[in-house]
């Protein structure tokens, strides 16, 4: 199967009403005016650096269930990349927005900010300009494709699939 950015949209588009939170983590790498290969050096960087965070994450919320029950213990992760095409703005900072779902209902979206700050900044080494929200049900829509729109200039590896993760049994997704 060939991906597209609508095989992207239609994924997200089947996941949107299990999507709590969204989330935007800003990176300290800046691709102004660098080589592609420089891009995706830090692309490849960052990757890495969000395979911690999400650990991390996932361990925070859920200990060691998330690792030994990862299909029913980790929370619905989809993360895509934004800001590997365009290198002309010096203000821009490759950045993830991420789609969060499956987590503990005790949890403030407030809680979650400080979870994931303490995750990305703190042991990802990362910037501490992040940004969560609840989406609400007329914005849930803008936001997915929001997180997409790379797709729509050719950048079909703006989604991190390395990094999504999805626990189908807490779900109840077949």
Not at 32 to 51: F, G, I
Not at 66 to 81: D, E, G
Request: aromatic share 10%; glycine share 4%.
């Amino acid at each position: 199967m060939q991906i597209t950015a609508n095989t992207i949209r239609d994924f997200l588009d089947k996941q949107q009403k299990h999507i709590t939170h969204y989330v935007v983590a800003q990176s300290y790498y800046r691709p102004y005016h660098q080589l592609p290969q420089a891009v995706e050096h830090m692309a490849r960087n960052l990757q890495k650096d969000l395979r911690h965070a999400r650990n991390c994450f996932n361990r925070e919320l859920y200990g060691n269930g998330a690792r030994r029950k990862p299909l029913q213990y980790q929370p619905l992760f989809i993360a895509t990349l934004e800001g590997t095409k365009n290198t002309s703005n010096p203000q821009l900072t490759l950045h993830y927005n991420i789609y969060l779902g499956n987590l503990p209902k005790i949890l403030t979206t407030e809680d979650i900010k400080e979870l994931w700050t303490y995750c990305w900044h703190t042991k990802a080494n990362q910037s501490s300009n992040i940004y969560i929200t609840e989406p609400l049900a007329n914005t849930q829509s803008h936001l997915l494709h929001y997180g997409t729109k790379e797709t729509q200039i050719g950048n079909l590896g703006c989604w991190d699939f390395e990094n999504t993760q999805i626990p189908y049994n807490a779900l109840n997704i077949d």
